[in-house]
């Protein structure tokens, strides 16, 4: 039976080199860290919204969200439901305004842009560290994740698995640059449409339709049919949490905001919205409602993070299972893949570059530069996921709530405020930085809320405080900073 | 201002907007809605919150697009797109 498992799985992999082979042949001559780190702003609107959808739904929707609606039932997936704006909301509010401002600055990371608006070398260096430690930390937790799905589903030790899954990312990351990312990442997306669907079909088909798997959790707990979910664990202060958390705070996103500037034109903006948004909500329900659905099939799972391997093993045949658990592989590599680029764009473009401007000039050493970049940044995570602490899906949550508390006043208010400076967006960062890391840190839960809610509260206030001490930035420069 | 941006802004208010009228629908779908199952098998709530709810929207947002969405150049000159 493991056999079955693993050929499609082995496949699968073979394809995503293939396209990252093909990224790399399509790179063209000439400007090479707009090619590599934007694909040249050549994305439509079909592989952006598949793009933004795989990068939100990670190893956390995948596997800890249909595990926690297997625990706590139907208001899981109510939860769930809350992520459905994410797409219109930052492609929104970003939008155009964003684009054209990139194009005018010539920018190729958000560290280009924040620099561009503030002017302030410390700002960017800020940027970058925060940046680096959240995706390092968001990262191993992917990686965790994919590994412990080999081992959970196909019988991969878990070393092997770690192996396989790092040094594959590593790879097609390093050489196929955005191209290869957003490729993979519309591939990836398509995966798990069609896996989501399958398994949700055959889940309910399992269980005898419907009204009888919806009668069996109401057996099992009445509570597991109510929007207030077992152990009513999704009070108001919870919900409130999560409606910050990945809805509103989104746009804060740094790896959101990079494809905000990637596409190609407004047509390809307006059909990813709307594509965007569909395929969210799809995946979003069928997900968290199989596993949901899943305890009536399975009653007795004691780890919840499994239900989804457990699921697909027992309900689809083992070829098709084999297919469909590359459908969470997928959504794990591709939030990797774009956290990955992401920080070696970081690396190179914004504290490299920075230091040493002349370096721009020898294309042949940056390519290589940034290739290895890339590579290293993958070895350092595969080496931190060696040892896993238990129960890291909130690491991820964790992570993300890090970069929102950081980025979000800063490029929100400098897109929209016009007297937003420097020294605002400065205090802002800090303070967002600080309160959260502290706030999460010692697990205070100010009235029941996540700290992101007061992070991100005080850190606008520290906005409006700390934009009253800076000077407006001067009239910027249309050339942009460089390349 | 560049007019563009204009037009930029009044997208982004929409796109805020329809979001909070996202909020604004899901309370009162998820939580007034008693728990019997109705005919799809699934409780009444969750037949609204889950399935008709983000329905709706994904159609009001295919109509924000259609309507106040606007294309436009987004570079600076025809070979900087």
């Known amino acids: ?483 | 201002m560049d007019t563009r941006f204009i037009q930029a802004h009044r997208e982004a208010r929409w796109a805020v907007g329809l979001t909070v009228a996202y909020l604004l629908a899901w309370v009162p779908a998820a939580y007034l809605p008693d728990s019997a199952q109705g005919f799809t098998g699934l409780p009444h709530w969750f037949e609204m919150a889950c399935l008709l709810v983000p329905l709706l929207f994904i159609l009001f947002c295919w109509l924000m697009v259609r309507v106040v969405f606007r294309e436009m150049p987004l570079g600076e000159n025809d070979d900087a797109n």
């Open chain 1, 1 to 483: 039976m493991q056999t079955d498992v693993l050929l499609p799985l082995a496949g699968y992999l073979l394809l995503v080199f293939g396209l990252s082979v093909f990224a790399y042949r399509r790179r063209r001559q000439g400007n090479f860290l707009n090619d590599y780190f934007l694909g040249n702003r050549s994305m439509g609107g079909f592989v952006l919204a598949m793009t933004l959808t795989a990068t939100y739904i990670s190893a956390s929707s995948f596997i800890g969200g249909p595990g926690a609606a297997y625990k706590y039932g139907l208001g899981w997936v109510l939860l769930s439901m809350i992520q459905l704006p994410a797409v219109w909301l930052s492609l929104g509010v970003l939008g155009k305004k964003f684009a054209i401002l990139a194009r005018r600055y010539n920018a190729v990371t958000l560290n280009d842009m924040l620099y561009a608006r503030y002017q302030s070398r410390l700002l960017v260096w800020l940027a970058s560290f925060s940046l680096l430690v959240a995706f390092l930390g968001a990262m191993t937790v992917q990686f965790i994740g994919g590994a412990r799905l080999l081992e959970t589903a196909a019988g991969i030790p878990y070393d092997t698995g770690l192996l396989i899954f790092g040094i594959s990312i590593a790879l097609y990351t390093a050489f196929g640059g955005f191209r290869a990312s957003v490729l993979n990442d519309a591939m990836q997306g398509l995966v798990m449409l069609l896996g989501t669907v399958l398994l949700l079909v055959a889940v309910i088909h399992a269980a005898g339709g419907l009204h009888a798997a919806v009668g069996k959790l109401q057996q099992i707990d009445p509570k597991l049919v109510s929007p207030q979910g077992g152990d009513d664990i999704l009070s108001l202060p919870f919900m409130a949490s999560f409606w910050v958390l990945v809805c509103f705070g989104v746009i804060g996103l740094p790896h959101t905001a990079v494809r905000c500037i990637a596409y190609r034109d407004s047509k390809a903006v307006h059909r990813g919205i709307v594509l965007g948004t569909v395929v969210v909500a799809v995946l979003m329900l069928g997900m968290h409602l199989a596993g949901a659905l899943g305890r009536a099939i399975l009653p007795d799972l004691t780890i919840p993070d499994q239900v989804i391997p457990t699921l697909m093993i027992a309900v689809l045949p083992p070829f098709a299972a084999g297919i469909f658990l590359a459908a969470p592989m997928a959504a794990i590599m591709s939030t990797i893949n774009a956290q990955l680029l992401q920080s070696s764009a970081t690396i190179v473009k914004d504290l490299y570059l920075n230091a040493r401007p002349e370096a721009l000039k020898n294309e042949k050493r940056l390519t290589r530069m940034t290739s290895l970049a890339t590579l290293v940044l993958g070895l350092l995570v595969l080496l931190a996921a060696w040892h896993p602490p238990q129960m890291i899906i909130w690491l991820n949550l964790l992570a993300f709530g890090g970069l929102e508390a950081v980025f979000l006043w800063p490029l929100v208010l400098g897109l929209y405020w016009e007297r937003a400076n420097a020294a605002g967006a400065l205090s802002s960062m800090l303070t967002g930085a600080v309160s959260y890391t502290l706030l999460a840190g010692v697990d205070l839960h100010i009235a029941g809320l996540h700290p992101i809610i007061p992070s991100l509260l005080l850190s606008l206030l520290a906005f409006t405080i700390g934009n009253r001490f800076g000077k407006a930035a001067s009239a910027l420069p249309v050339t942009g900073p460089q390349s």
